[in-house]
């Protein structure tokens, strides 16, 4: 991978993460030793090191083979080294030397979300899943309402939800993360993120906003209170699209028929309701009717009223020739929609396969 003295400069520019030397990083993995891998995924390897001064790190090395490799890491250097915020994982440091691409984070001694969520013998339990569910939208109101520049994540799943040694959630891997001025309001790209975390119209029109991100978080607030992934292939009919699923319970006034059974009736109803229905209210087929997350942040915190949604869920509806998207609602018959006209319809795509090709796939980049 060719080096580029023209990054040290810009990485430069910030406070906070240092450079790194190659040296340093590869003695304290002994040469990147596979006893030291903490895991992998499409972007490369993760390593685990302890720093001369006694903290432990993880390191983060971008695989050479990797298409998007150098862009990411660029794009998470230049975005993360500006964020400060107690529920985004901890940029220490960054290398470029001897061809590689390497990132330093704190190390998160629980690994990610997604490894205790769906752990076989141990159940994750009530006031651990209702914390990580606010700080991650703590972390998100930070990223779109407190940053000079909106910062849109695009990729938000549990695998890139990390946890310290308290289960404090801390939002990780900003390698497909965009900055959007904030009276833009979104922005053209390419649909990127992960198969059942991405927004509708980021699939049908490649743009990436706040509400793509807040459609993101929705489906991981249903995740953590039904302990369901998105998709359930193995599943009967009518339980097969989480978002769905849950939808149809919550028109049949029987939502908290969805929560996770491993939890034996163990949790908080008002809470669980809270997340539930806040859940699809961010889950909207609809961009234009999702909540901000400081209105979603607003519900879940007791501070506002549930929303009342459609009995059923509106069913989106795409007419290609003019990028406009309709939602129909099955409940009142009405008919809303928005156009999206100045998105070069080559750059679209809802293949599930191209979308899955541009993710940074599984980011269990800071396991134990």
């Not at 891998?37 to 390593?47: A, I, N």
């Not at 001369?52 to 250097?77: F, L, T, W």
Request: hydrophobic content about 40%; overall charge negative.
């Amino acid at each position: 991978m060719a080096y580029d003295e023209s990054m040290d400069d810009e990485f430069e520019k910030g406070k906070g993460p240092k450079k790194f030397q190659y040296k340093e990083l590869s003695a304290i993995t002994n040469v990147f030793a596979e006893n030291k891998k903490l895991g992998e995924g499409g972007f490369g390897s993760v390593y685990r090191g302890i720093l001369a001064e006694g903290v432990d790190v993880a390191i983060k090395r971008v695989s050479k083979g990797s298409k998007q490799g150098k862009k990411e890491y660029i794009s998470e250097v230049k975005i993360i080294s500006r964020l400060r915020h107690r529920n985004l994982v901890q940029l220490i440091g960054w290398c470029h030397d001897n061809g590689e691409l390497l990132l330093v984070y704190e190390l998160m001694h629980n690994g990610s979300l997604d490894t205790h969520l769906y752990h076989n013998e141990r159940v994750m339990a009530w006031p651990v899943r209702h914390k990580i569910a606010l700080g991650l939208g703590s972390a998100l109101l930070y990223l779109h309402e407190g940053c000079e520049q909106c910062v849109v994540h695009r990729d938000i799943k549990p695998s890139n939800i990390m946890l310290d040694s308290f289960f404090n959630a801390k939002l990780g891997d900003f390698g497909l993360a965009r900055l959007i001025d904030h009276e833009a309001g979104a922005q053209a790209t390419f649909p990127a993120g992960t198969t059942g975390y991405i927004a509708p119209e980021s699939v049908i029109t490649g743009i990436a906003s706040a509400m793509s991100d807040v459609y993101s978080f929705g489906i991981v607030l249903l995740e953590i209170v039904c302990g369901r992934r998105p998709v359930m292939i193995r599943e009967d009919e009518n339980k097969v699209i989480l978002v769905k699923w849950v939808w149809d319970l919550y028109g049949n006034n029987s939502i908290l028929d969805v929560i996770d059974s491993r939890l034996n009736d163990e949790f908080e109803a008002q809470e669980a309701e809270r997340l539930l229905v806040v859940g699809l209210w961010c889950a909207h087929p609809d961009c234009s009717l999702r909540p901000s997350i400081r209105q979603a942040m607003s519900v879940l915190q007791f501070e506002s009223p549930l929303p009342a949604l459609a009995s059923k869920m509106p069913e989106l509806m795409y007419e290609n020739s003019t990028h406009h998207c309709s939602f129909y609602s099955a409940s009142t018959g009405a008919t809303s929609g928005a156009a999206f006209s100045t998105i070069n319809h080559a750059n679209c795509s809802s293949n599930t396969s191209a979308i899955e090709a541009s993710s940074s796939s599984d980011s269990s980049w800071l396991l134990k």
